[in-house]
């Protein structure tokens, strides 16, 4: 639905550039990236308000590039939510249809529906300046919804909410979406946000898309080390990677005589990273099929919700997942003799 090809854009002293992106229709997109990395931007320029100096922007066939924000059929919702301080929660999300010339049976059909969905009927006649953050955005969100877009532009959302919100506003977004089926681009700087909310997430950093994919592999198959540490993926090694008999055997830098064997084939300086979940742990050594085992002690325990994190040294450091009643099972504790194994498979080089 939307193709963005090779585009370019300045802000003051922050620019973008040959930024490429395809977005399938009824996609909720995730643009992901640091604060400075060129989201709002981006957003900025699919939405009308900020010219491109090069590159092109389609929506649905057409090349809006030139266009006026009001000819790409895009609704909007800047980060401060911008609600119209003169006017109730009803005018707001009126506006949009009344400039629309809707007729008035429409504008309170579209206007019940959108409160029952957003749950905001309780809201309808207070004033914006009486509302709490998250009552704001879904205000927000409604305003947005009732005229009926092609194409929903969230700028960070969810960014001025306290935690316990911003999960009953992430669960009204996939609600949202789930029975609307708009295409949606939704800028943040929170992970866990995008993989809650994405079909498929772009990372962005100074001004460029480094990597798009699933949040599953974006946070399993990190293509730099950059999206790597960004996302939080543990075990992340450098070394030298040779390839034999169709396996990659990395020498870890830094580490005598310790070698990782992974089925993605790369030679040459690389780095590594191995899920903590896809990691086994036992007191006892392994009989186990796969390439990689390493012997070593806890040195560091903690609880991850219904998962304990332990951290091994095996001369490198292994942070592995394992469930509550595993660990108590095992009888496991600081210092701790213990056995780690992962597959080859499980290994992602890049």
């Given amino acids: ?34 604060t400075g990395s060129g989201k709002t931007v981006l957003l ?7 010219h491109a100096s090069g590159g092109e922007i389609w929506i649905s066939g057409r090349n809006v590039t030139k266009r006026t924000p009001e000819e790409r059929e895009a609704s909007y919702v800047p980060q401060d939510y911008v609600l119209f301080p003169f ?3 009803r005018g707001n999300v009126e506006f ?51 005229i009926e877009s092609e194409l929903l532009l969230l700028d960070e959302p969810l960014s001025a909410l306290d935690p316990k919100t911003r999960e009953g506003v992430e669960a009204e977004l996939k609600n949202v979406h789930l029975k609307t089926g708009t295409t949606t681009i939704h800028v943040t700087h929170n992970f866990e946000e995008a993989i809650t909310l994405a079909d498929r997430i772009g990372v962005m950093h100074e001004g460029k898309i480094i990597q798009t994919g699933t949040p599953e592999e974006i946070f399993r198959k990190p293509e730099s080390e950059f999206v790597a540490k960004f ?10 990677s040779t390839i034999s008999e169709g396996i990659s055997v990395i020498d870890i830098s830094g580490v005598n005589n310790i070698k990782i064997y992974s089925s993605t084939q790369k030679e040459g300086n690389v780095r590594v990273t191995i899920p903590p979940e896809d990691i086994l742990l036992s ?18 325990i903690s609880i991850k919700g219904p998962l304990i994190k332990v951290l091994v040294d095996a001369s490198i450091k292994l942070t592995v997942l394992v469930t509550k009643r595993s660990f108590e099972e095992s009888n496991l504790n600081i210092n701790s003799d213990v056995y780690v194994s992962f597959k080859a498979s499980e290994v992602h080089v890049f």
């Fill in 96 to 146: 949009g249809m009344k400039v629309k010339n809707y007729p008035r049976d429409e504008i309170n059909l579209k206007l019940n529906e959108v409160a029952d969905l957003l749950g905001i009927k309780n809201l309808i006649n207070r004033s914006p300046q009486t509302l709490s953050g998250g009552e704001k955005q879904r205000v927000a969100l409604a305003r947005a919804l009732v």
């Fill in 44 to 50: 900025e320029c699919i939405a009308g308000l900020n």
């Fill in 87 to 89: 006017l109730s929660v």
């Fill in 1 to 34: 639905m939307i193709v963005i090809k090779n585009l370019s854009a300045r802000m003051g002293n922050f620019s973008i550039e040959d930024v490429s992106l395809d977005i399938r229709k009824g996609e909720y997109f995730v643009v992901l990236g640091p």
């Fill in 283 to 300: 007191r006892e050594k392994l009989m186990s099929s796969a390439r990689n085992n390493f012997h070593g002690k806890i040195i560091e």
């Fill in 231 to 240: 996302v939080g993926a543990e075990n992340l090694f450098k070394g030298t």
